[in-house]
């Protein structure tokens, strides 16, 4: 039974840093994709990162520069460094895993397994 928990959000004023970790259990190996999605208030669930499992990263355009995705396999934890946050980062931030290749391209139902979800606020 593959699980994957969030952990890691909160409230941060504009300019804030928070740090979001992903924990996966029950993968029989790590040659998986893990990536990052959002959902704001009212709108679909989008792209944010993509983290591969020899670690290369892709980035939504809206974060490029902010945020930062990585991967420990030896702990089945994925990491999002958000650092210059803004308002419109407030969302819902999902983790997710899917098995085969990895890109910011694939959307929401390319991918097998999901978090619970942990809240973001970035207030002005």
């Known amino acids: 039974q593959v699980q994957l928990v969030e952990s890691g959000g909160g409230s941060v004023q504009t300019g804030g840093s928070l740090r979001l970790s992903c924990a996966a259990s029950?993968?029989?190996?790590?040659?998986?994709?893990m990536a990052w999605f959002r959902q704001p208030p009212g709108r679909e669930r989008e792209r944010v990162a993509t983290v591969g499992h020899n670690g290369y990263t892709e980035y939504t355009d809206s974060v490029k520069g902010r945020f930062t995705i990585s991967r420990d396999n030896t702990l089945n934890t994925m990491y999002l460094q958000m650092n210059s946050l803004k308002p419109e980062d407030t969302a819902m931030y999902y983790c997710?895993?899917?098995?085969?290749?990895?890109?910011?391209?694939?959307?929401?139902?390319?991918?097998?397994?999901w978090g619970q979800g942990t809240q973001i606020t970035v207030s002005s």
């Open positions: 029950g993968m029989t190996d790590t040659s998986y994709c």
């Open positions: 997710a895993a899917r098995f085969g290749g990895c890109s910011i391209i694939y959307g929401a139902t390319l991918y097998n397994f």
